[in-house]
């Protein structure tokens, strides 16, 4: 048996699409409601990695305010089965640019301390306050995973919005009727 086939047979019961989605999901409530709760704590958190201009401010209040509210929505669609390959792709987008921006900045924090790399611990803003990096690496690796796996998933199954979705398409082809 080739492991193609039973990747598929494995994705056609729902279940490898249903943890990843589940897991996902609560990462990314969880994450964005910690930020939304603290907005200017997230802020001073962006700012230490110096991935955007301090001018104007705009961009990195904007994006303190707007990133958060984007993870709650992804992981929501992520749970409801909503729009599942797009709130997939922004979550594989989003653990894309995270990912390698922590690690830059454990790599800079362990040359200013002087220290191993598997020592480096900071608050990385991704709302679980004061982390080992190396291990928040690997977490998001899997992460990242995950998020592939929902974004590849042929699977339609245990998808709660999959009937408003249906519905929505039926209204969109169904013809305007005239009264008389």
Not at 42 to 48: C, D, H, M, S
Not at 69 to 77: F, I, R
Not at 96 to 106: E, K, Q, S
Not at 112 to 129: L, R, Y
């Amino acid at each position: 048996m080739n492991e193609l086939g039973l990747i598929r047979r494995a994705d056609q019961t729902g279940i490898p699409l249903l943890m990843a989605r589940l897991i996902l999901a609560g990462m990314f409530i969880y994450m964005g409601s910690v930020k939304i709760a603290d907005p200017v704590e997230f802020l001073k958190l962006v700012r230490q990695y110096h991935m955007l201009p301090e001018s104007p401010a705009f961009l990195l209040n904007t994006t303190a305010i707007v990133l958060p509210w984007l993870e709650v929505v992804v992981g929501t669609a992520l749970l409801l089965g909503l729009h599942v390959r797009g709130a997939a792709l922004a979550a594989t987008i989003m653990l894309v640019v995270f990912t390698p921006a922590i690690f830059l900045r454990a790599l800079e924090i362990r040359a200013e301390k002087g220290i191993s790399f598997f020592q480096v611990e900071f608050n990385c803003g991704c709302g679980g306050g004061i982390v080992i990096i190396w291990k928040k690496l690997l977490e998001n690796m899997g992460l990242v995973v995950l998020s592939l796996v929902a974004l590849l998933s042929a699977s339609q199954k245990f998808r709660p919005a999959r009937w408003v979705e249906q519905r929505w398409l039926r209204a969109d082809v169904e013809p305007q009727r005239e009264t008389a």
